[in-house]
């Protein structure tokens, strides 16, 4: 869904592409999934727990990704403020969000901001279960790992998704998840972006209708 949005001719898409450079890895372990593994790669790795040191043949695909985020993050001329990792969660409902754990407060406050403006625009996204730790069982995370090596104008996220449903009006209220449905959370994660950089005023509007003369 945030791939199809962002190549769209949608009026915010044109506006997030003219003023924002995404860099997306749609997915790490292709080989484990032709397999049918959902979370490790082809030889086994949970890639998500080796973000630390990562090896260039173990896990090639996440060397290359980790390689070009820092990169990027040693480049004068960009700014690498975002970092979310996509996930599909088997227990939990909704979408949340996990953040990290900060001593600057500000800091900290500041990386709440993005979850709130998405809990503000996708129905099925949970503020409430959002949360920020630093679970040492969590360290070779990316979320975790680039945490702790980009500076404090970065923010650092694992998006996790349900696999089953999401809770509208009640806890008894239950909403299956469908292809649809995760492909419009993905648009709203990148609608966030424009409330993120109030970018709303350069959305092209559509014209007003003629009123009818009587």
């Known amino acids: 869904g945030i791939i199809d949005f962002l190549v769209s001719q949608h009026p915010i ?7 924002l450079v995404f860099k997306i890895a749609p997915m790490l372990n292709p080989d484990g999934v032709y397999l049918g593994n959902y979370r490790c790669s082809l030889m086994g790795f949970d890639l998500n727990r080796h973000w630390a040191n990562p090896s260039p043949w173990a896990h ?4 290359g990704v980790k390689q070009l985020i820092i990169e990027m993050y040693n480049n004068p001329k960009i700014n690498l403020e975002f970092y979310i990792d996509i996930h599909a969660h088997s227990t939990m409902m909704n979408g ?10 500000e800091r900290f406050q500041r990386q709440a901001v993005f979850p709130k403006l998405l809990c503000q625009n ?8 959002t949360s920020f730790n ?18 404090d104008a970065s923010y650092c996220y694992t998006l996790e998704v349900s696999f089953y449903s999401y809770i509208l009006g009640g806890p008894t209220s239950a909403v299956p ?23 709303n005023s350069l959305v092209e509007r559509p014209l007003a209708p003629i009123p009818k003369t009587r």
């Open 177 to 199: 998840y469908t292809e649809e449905a995760y492909m419009k959370l993905g648009r709203n994660v990148a609608r966030t972006f424009l409330d993120y950089y109030r970018l």
């Open 60 to 63: 090639p695909t996440l060397h």
């Open 96 to 105: 949340f969000m996990y953040g990290n754990i900060f001593e600057d407060e």
């Open 134 to 151: 630093r679970d040492a069982v969590k360290a070779g995370t990316g979320r975790r790992f680039l945490g702790g090596l980009l500076n």
């Open 122 to 129: 996708a129905e099925d996204f949970s503020y409430s279960s």
């Open 13 to 19: 898409a044109k506006v997030l592409r003219d003023h």
